[in-house]
């Protein structure tokens, strides 16, 4: 099984690094060709409005619709997850959105790069160092929708069929669990 990494922009390079130390084969992912060679994608973290400009110049935004329709998992971290949305609260205007999951979410919701933190949170398989990183926060989730893990009262971790998103990084610390729940779902 080999997973791939968005790499248009953004902490791919520790998503490549954390899926090595479990063991994982990886592959950066810039095209459609080499999106065609992976089993499953993570989306990083980054800025939302840069990775949709190049998602969209390069065709890779219906090329990822198209396989996670097929039933291809993703996984969308941070701006990952604003990718993922269906509505995006934001003042800029995104290039495109994959609209794979039926929430609304609210980029930069904390605060300004100030205000990130680093947090220990409860997620499957038990306690993750996290890092909430100019996060945004989900308001609103669709049927069907299951929430894995929450920042106080904020579902920070969510899940329907193939399509998982988390609002925070958990893939800057060596244990990932986040990703050892991802690799479960492929
Ligand atoms: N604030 C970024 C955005 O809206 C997301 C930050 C992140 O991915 N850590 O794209």
């Not at 840069?50 to 998602?55: G, P, R, T």
């Not at 329907?160 to 800057?172: A, I, P, Q, R, Y």
Request: proline share 3%; net charge positive; aromatic share 6%.
């Amino acid at each position: 099984m080999i997973v791939g990494v968005l790499a248009l922009q953004g902490d791919f390079e520790e998503h490549i690094v954390s899926l090595e130390n479990h063991k994982v084969k990886s592959k950066e992912i810039r095209t459609i060709a080499e999106l065609k060679e992976v089993d499953a994608l993570i989306l990083p973290g980054g800025e939302s409005t840069v990775i949709a400009k190049l998602m969209k110049s390069s065709g890779l935004d219906e090329a990822i619709i198209s396989r996670v329709q097929d039933g291809m998992p993703v996984w969308g971290t941070c701006s990952g997850a604003i990718l993922l949305a269906n509505q995006v609260k934001s003042p800029v205007l995104l290039d495109t959105q994959l609209s794979l999951l039926d929430i609304d979410i609210e980029r930069n919701a904390y605060g300004r790069q100030s205000d990130s933190f680093k947090t220990n949170l409860e997620v499957p398989g038990g306690s993750q160092k996290v890092y909430f990183i100019r996060a945004p926060k989900i308001h609103r989730k669709g049927k069907g929708i299951k929430v894995l893990s929450k920042y106080k009262t904020d579902p920070v971790m969510l899940r329907s069929k193939n399509v998982l998103v988390t609002t925070f990084h958990s893939e800057l610390t060596e244990s990932n669990r986040v990703l050892e729940y991802f690799l479960g779902m492929t």
